[in-house]
């Protein structure tokens, strides 16, 4: 399995905009947890948007709610997170994660990071005022 974090990030203005996406080779759509997570500088990793084919649905942490979107475009072997109206707390470097044949949902795969197996280089986003 293989990352390939492209676009996206660097240094933003507050309110700003910007998407992140990650490119992955190597992977069955069918059966998979993929989500983005964002690790600040001495904090622990966390997750901000996370999907997995058990559960259907995507979930969003509350700092993520209403601003970012994440999506996935499996003719694309791509994922995407939109980050919309950003504060400087969003200041992290970025990580795409996942893995394959999940046994929970997305839910528990944000609040559980090391459930990931496979992981993106990492993508600085700077917001800045």
């Known amino acids: 399995l293989r990352f390939s974090c492209r676009r996206g990030g660097g240094l933003v203005q507050v309110g700003g905009s910007t998407r992140l996406s990650c490119a992955v080779s190597g992977f069955t759509w069918d059966d998979y947890a993929i989500g983005w997570f964002r690790q600040a500088p001495g904090e622990e990793r966390e997750g901000v948007a996370c999907?997995?084919?058990?559960?259907?649905?995507?979930f969003y942490d509350d700092s993520a709610k209403g601003r970012f979107t994440m999506s996935v475009d499996s003719a694309k072997n791509t994922v995407f997170l939109q980050l919309n109206s950003l504060k400087p707390e969003d200041t992290a470097v970025y990580y795409c994660?996942?893995?394959?044949?999940?046994?929970?949902?997305?839910?528990?795969?944000?609040?559980?990071?090391?459930?990931?197996?496979?992981w993106g280089k990492g993508t600085l986003v700077t917001v800045s005022s």
């Open positions: 994660g996942s893995r394959r044949a999940p046994y929970y949902s997305g839910t528990f795969y944000c609040a559980y990071p090391n459930g990931m197996d496979y």
């Open positions: 999907i997995s084919t058990e559960s259907g649905s995507t």
